[in-house]
């Protein structure tokens, strides 16, 4: 304040020094609170973690904020994110209000105003840079496909489809296939930054038609090492790589993985001289399916061999075969092979082949006949579990049988059986030369058991 003493020593001179002393004395008494009060301030440039706590210092002013006078105040884009306390600048968090830098963005912004008797004075920067942590976990994006369809014959090494994962810290992402899930074994990640999924074994829709597999995304080079995981779905579509298979199917290996069938021998019986007639064979009637059942392309037939004497008509869509001409003489041609093909109209490529066996018979004028009405038998009860039935003179009882439809009435395709409503089939067996057989252990001294039998061609 001693600079008010000073004197003029002109009128008009006096006026303008006095001027420029009132002035001088204004700025003065500012600058000398402002030494120590809002010149001593600065732009603040500071940092911060991302999530910390409600009143964590950010920053301490050299200036002291506490002179009479002189009043520090907070305003800006950001400034609702801070409060001073005293020569402080401290966070302003709450429970709804958490300090992301993912949404908020890596710096806040605010300004430092200084007033002296409620002049602004001076106002300095607030530059805050939030600093990442790793708070967020990788996440697909929306558009991933969880499920696709591709064909059975999609090769080896194609890529099937591709996942993209982001992660809000920009953390790089790696991904790999779960080893655990149901159908890891046809899956591999060649480039594991990629996201490419690649078929790393041959499709078989015969044996899977659905897929299923796990791709896990993982922080690559972070100590959480958080990632997250999607199921994909596959549904095979069946490719034309199967031929045709004759049925009934007969089993030749089965595993968990495959199915290998062989063509049945299709067999039917014929009297000689026997014709115009559609055979019934055994042990079903011809038919082929396609090997592809989701294509199920149609199926014709074929005689491939054979029918050199021209016998056999086959009807190409129904497989069914009809005798046109009768074998004359069985002893000539006792039985007929065939071979048939089953083939894909809309590939005849694609085809199997079959066996056909057409066996001939004597003709059948005569009913066999045993050569007594009645047989007796006589057996020993004792411990033995087995034992033939004798007939008189100690010899084995023996069943024999006339047929006048061979030569000397000896029938080799005798088969010889128990009726029907015969008793004690539970004590007897008879074997197909025709002999008896029983359990002594479980017959009694004077028992008499009368058992019926059949003969049959």
């Known amino acids: 304040m001693a600079l008010i003493v000073l004197k003029c ?23 000398m609170s402002g030494w120590g009060g809002c ?5 603040v440039f500071a940092t911060v973690r991302e999530n910390s706590l409600s009143g964590e210092v950010v920053a301490e002013l050299m200036a002291e904020t506490t002179m009479e006078g002189v009043q520090w ?3 800006g884009k950001d400034a609702d994110w801070f409060f ?7 966070l302003n968090i709450s429970a709804d209000k958490v300090l992301d830098r993912e949404s908020l963005g890596p710096i806040l912004m605010a300004e430092l105003s200084c007033y002296e008797e409620d002049t602004l004075q001076t106002v300095y920067r607030v530059m805050v840079e939030i600093l990442n942590d790793n708070d967020n976990q990788p996440v697909f994006a929306e558009d991933t496909v969880v499920s696709l369809i591709i064909s059975e014959l ?14 809000a810290d920009n953390d790089k992402i790696i991904y790999f296939v779960d080893q655990t899930s149901p159908d890891a074994e046809y899956f591999k990640v060649d480039l ?3 996201g490419e999924v690649i078929l790393s074994k041959p499709l078989d829709y015969e044996t899977k038609t659905l897929l299923t597999v796990t791709i896990h995304a993982s922080e690559m080079s972070t100590a959480e090492r958080f990632n997250t995981s999607i199921n994909i779905t596959i549904t095979l579509l069946d490719g034309d790589d199967q031929y045709p298979q004759f049925l009934p199917c007969v089993l030749l290996f089965q595993d968990e993985t495959s199915c290998i069938c062989t063509s049945p021998v299709y067999a039917v019986n014929v009297t000689e001289g026997e014709e115009d007639i559609v055979l019934d064979f055994s042990p079903g009637p011809i038919h082929a399916v396609d090997g592809d059942r989701g294509i199920s392309s149609p199926v014709s037939y074929a005689i491939l061999s054979g029918d050199d004497d021209g016998r056999f008509l086959m009807d190409k869509k129904t497989g069914e075969i009809k005798l046109m ?9 006792p039985e007929v092979q065939l071979l ?9 490529r694609k085809y199997s082949v079959a066996k056909v066996l057409v066996r001939v018979l004597a003709v059948n004028r005569f009913y066999p006949e045993f050569n007594m009405a009645e047989y007796q038998g006589f057996v020993t009860a004792g411990e033995s579990p087995a034992s033939l039935v004798d007939t008189y003179g100690s010899k084995a009882l023996m069943l024999h049988v006339e047929d006048q439809d061979f030569n000397h009435g000896f029938n080799p395709m005798i088969h010889f059986t128990f009726s029907p409503t015969s008793n004690h089939t539970d004590i007897y067996q008879i074997t197909q030369e025709g002999l008896l057989i029983t359990k002594p252990n479980q017959l009694k001294p004077k028992q008499k058991h009368v058992l019926e039998l059949l003969c049959l061609d």
């Open 39 to 43: 010149l001593d301030g600065q732009d």
């Open 73 to 75: 105040s907070l305003h």
């Open 192 to 194: 594991p930054n990629s």
């Open 84 to 90: 001073l306390d005293g020569r402080n600048i401290r």
């Open 154 to 167: 999609t090769p080896v090494n194609t890529v099937i489809f591709t996942v993209q994962a982001t992660d």
């Open 325 to 333: 001409h009768g074998v004359r003489d069985r002893l000539i041609t």
């Open 340 to 348: 048939v093909m089953a083939y894909q109209d809309d590939d005849p």
């Open 9 to 31: 020593s002109l009128f008009h001179t006096r006026a303008l020094v006095c001027s420029l002393l009132v002035l001088l004395c204004q700025h003065t008494v500012t600058g």
